[in-house]
């Protein structure tokens, strides 16, 4: 089989355009896949995304709601889980191109701007939650190691002003993708069949939105390949030392039996949201790790191809594209499923419950209390 010289390499055996150029003698010239995957394969990743874009939007639109319209659900906590529901709704957005390019990866109709942006779009969201994962664990454990240092520096206003700065940085460094991506024509000019069966006619469209050659020969892939691997595996790292240090604290204390009632009752709270915080974790790093590693094989096989490699990269990138939505769509789920709080103001929005939140210990009535070592953030979900 010919090799085609683009970034999006077929396996032999998912092509569903047969090709027949095999013989010594044949002078015909071989047409491009139509598709880099077998049809029930497509049809099957397409009905899985679909199914998570339904789950994943309305989801991510109840969190983005329910922080936004209950007053004891606006915690520094909840704000930076807003903050990633809003990034993983721009990422459903980019979605039907995705599936587009899976479908039919040329022509690229739709301009080179559009190339550009949604990828855009993709990364920079990428990189704004793995850093708001880290900056609310970072929250985490000042708020539990450290409680009346973080009843100073965990307000409201500092939060929003952090979200913001994290969102520049993460635009800042997507930016490199408007130069590496961008829409180029194949250097073989495959013929359309009918004008290849006639002998005349022009090539076919073979306009491709994909890493661009300039990005490969320039090393530009190389540094954003370490640049991404960076984002995911620092951030990974400093989330498992702050989770056993925070695991630590939790367990010491739980330990004394000199402690008040009001500080037994908030680390209890703690750990409740700890639990939560570390299976979003967990579920982010386990929908990530798969894409990231079939990025890097990918980069391998561009720079020294190897069919090993080819096979390697093509099935990695078929399980990361669906555990890639399923990332942004699994984070309501798992606060539904451990937050009762969480539960409440949702059932509150659809109006299956009172519009005042029950008596308890909300976050107004503990401050309430006079407790010096209470933070706004101890009693988010």
Known sequence: MPSWPNQSECLSHNCTREENYDAPGDTEPPLPPLHLYSIPLLTAITVACTLLFLVGVAGNVMTILVVSKYRDMRTTTNLYLCSMAVS??????????DLYRMWNYRPWRFGDALCKLFQFVSESCTYSTILSITALSVERYLAICFPLRAKALVTKKRVRALILFLWTVSLLSAGPVFVMVGVEQDSMGFPNFTSWMNGTGPAEDTRECRITNFAV???????????NSLFFFMPVFCLTVLYS???????????????????????KSNRQT??????????????????????????R????????????????????????????????????????KYRSAAARLFGLADSQPARGRTASTVKG???SLWTESTVSF
């Open 88 to 97: 993983d709704l721009l990422i459903f957005f980019c979605m039907p191109l």
């Open 217 to 227: 020969a320039s090393g530009l892939m190389e540094a954003m390949v370490w640049l």
């Open 245 to 267: 240090l925070i695991g630590r604290r939790l367990w010491q204390r739980h330990k004394e039996t000199n402690i008040s009632s009001r500080v037994a009752h908030r680390d």
């Open 274 to 299: 700890i639990k939560m915080l570390v299976v979003v974790v967990l579920a982010f790093v386990l929908c990530w790790l798969p894409f990231h590693v079939g990025r890097y094989l990918h980069f």
């Open 301 to 340: 096989f561009l720079d020294s191809p190897s069919p090993l490699l080819l096979v390697l990269s093509q099935y990695f990138s078929m399980v990361s594209v669906v555990l890639f939505y399923l990332s942004a769509a699994i984070n309501p789920i798992l606060y539904n499923t451990m937050s009762w």
């Open 369 to 371: 209390d006079g407790s």
